[in-house]
């Protein structure tokens, strides 16, 4: 099964930032790749997908590149309310769906 | 509005079993494949299974292989997950998710894409005696 690591696990930034997170899968899974942010006590959300499609509704200083093995995740000019969680996920044509560890995003 | 609600999570003694239940509205739910994922208590996302729109292909983490059984309903738009012979690592809040695919068609090629765009609020398993 293809491994994702996300790189770091844990950010501190302020207000007005801009912060890139890493995830690297274990093999090549060229734009197979999705982003979702998770705030506390709620489900996650899906920012992104295709590597790089932001979804409809998700604010534009969210941006997402990569593929094969390495993605990342920009976000610039951090807002209050990017302060969260934040997962990639692998998903094809059929699972397994596999997670990366996630990214936890504090303010400094 | 598009929604997905979860029920049917509790408290269970180890060896127990529950029926969880995730009521979809406001898409064409037999469109859609479906999944179900967990979350463990201060831990990260862990994907458990999937169900393809028409029942006829499912999938199960090795984790809960053997011991869940995922199933639909599409006529009342439900999706379902049985839990069974429950451990305490089952511990854990289990959202359902809908998966999307898109499409996207180059010149020589389609590739397509997939994404769990719905989320519902999930629901909390207990496994403790």
């Known amino acids: 099964d293809i491994q994702l690591t996300q790189s770091p696990s844990f950010l501190s930034a302020s207000v007005g930032d801009r912060v890139t997170i890493t995830c690297r899968a274990s093999q090549g899974i060229t734009s197979y790749l999705a982003w979702y942010q998770q705030k506390p006590g709620k489900a996650p959300k899906l920012l992104i997908y295709a590597a790089s499609t932001l979804q409809s509704g998700v604010p534009s200083r969210f941006s997402g590149s990569g593929s094969g093995t390495e993605f990342t995740l920009t976000v610039n000019s951090l807002q209050p309310e990017d302060f969260a969680t934040y997962y990639c996920?692998?998903?094809?044509?059929?699972?397994?769906?596999?997670f990366g560890q996630g990214t936890k995003l504090e303010i400094k | 509005e598009v929604q997905l609600v979860e029920s049917g999570g509790g408290l269970v003694q180890p060896g127990g079993s529950l029926r969880l239940s995730c009521a979809a509205s406001g898409f064409t739910f037999s469109y859609h494949s479906m999944n179900w994922v967990r979350q463990a208590p201060g831990k990260g996302l862990e994907w458990v299974s999937y169900?393809?729109?028409?029942?006829?292909?499912?999938y199960y983490a090795d984790s809960v292989k053997g011991r869940f059984t995922i199933s639909r309903d599409n006529a009342k738009n439900a999706l379902f997950l049985q839990l069974n012979s429950l451990r305490a690592e089952d511990t854990a809040v289990y959202y359902c998710?809908?998966?999307?695919?898109?499409?996207?068609?180059?010149?020589?090629?389609?590739?397509?894409?997939?994404?769990?765009?719905?989320w519902g609020r999930g629901t909390t398993v207990t496994v403790s005696s």
């Open positions: 998710a809908r998966e999307t695919i898109s499409v996207v068609r180059g010149l020589m090629r389609e590739d397509y894409y997939y994404y769990m765009d719905v």
């Open positions: 996920q692998h998903l094809n044509r059929y699972p397994p769906y596999t």
């Open positions: 169900i393809s729109s028409s029942s006829d292909i499912i």
